[in-house]
């Protein structure tokens, strides 16, 4: 149901004072509540020649440092497995799935509340305090599919636009005891071709 639909019912329901049969939107994807996925890690996005960039690419200006691509806590071939915990009401098509993640290398990722999406392309996203017991910062995650409507569950190809990319944004909080400053970057934003695959 979408924004105009779902207020039209709404406003008739209080209208009529009747009890609200106004349909709630499913969840994106297919991705509702105790869904767990693998997202592999393929390759970084923005400026990669071996990928068609889309609206997803971020410009180039905010992928100039080392940690907006590997070596931070992103790494080429890494497998993370997220669940959805959540799928927030919204007044759109469907409802984007808030994931939590398992151990992202030496990194915890700890849910925070993020704002709803406002549905597709959006796969999952999520907001996160994060520490690898040398820095602590937050993370925002966000799982785009593509605007061309690939199955998101579709494996990447170079030469094709990738079925989905994850933006990933990281702001430091600073480094956590005797740790270096250098160890905790004030901010890395990056994005990155993945695949996904259900677990469930």
Same mark, same amino acid.
């Given at each position: 149901m979408g924004k105009k639909a779902s207020a039209w019912c709404s406003a008739l329901v209080a209208t009529l004072g009747l009890a609200s049969s106004c349909k709630s939107p499913g969840p994106c994807y297919g991705l509702g509540v105790g869904s767990r996925v693998s997202i592999t890690i393929v390759d970084y996005y923005t400026g990669n020649p071996a990928y068609p960039q889309d609206e997803r690419a971020l410009s180039p200006s905010r992928t100039t440092n080392p940690c907006d691509v590997f070596g931070f806590d992103i790494a080429? @071939?890494?497998? %993370?497995? #997220? /669940?959805?915990? $959540? @799928?927030? *009401? /919204? +007044?759109?098509?469907? *409802?984007?799935?808030? #994931? /939590?993640? =398992?151990p992202v290398g030496s990194w915890t990722w700890s849910p925070t509340s993020p704002p709803p999406q406002p549905g597709r392309p959006t796969v999952l996203e999520g907001a996160y305090n994060a520490s690898n017991g040398v820095c602590r910062g937050s993370v925002d995650i966000r799982l785009m599919g593509a605007a061309s409507g690939q199955d998101v569950f579709a494996t990447a190809a170079p030469g094709q636009v990738p079925p989905v990319v994850? %933006?990933? &944004? !990281?702001? =430091? $909080?600073?480094?956590? &005891? +005797? $740790? *270096? $400053? &250098? #160890?905790?970057? *004030?901010?890395?934003? =990056?994005? !990155?071709v993945v695949d996904l695959k259900r677990l469930n």
């Open positions: 080429k @071939n890494m497998v %993370l497995e #997220a /669940t959805v915990e $959540a @799928n927030p *009401s /919204t +007044d759109e098509d469907c *409802s984007v799935g808030v #994931a /939590t993640f =398992g994850m %933006l990933r &944004g !990281f702001s =430091g $909080a600073g480094p956590i &005891g +005797d $740790a *270096s $400053a &250098g #160890a905790c970057p *004030s901010e890395c934003v =990056g994005d !990155f």
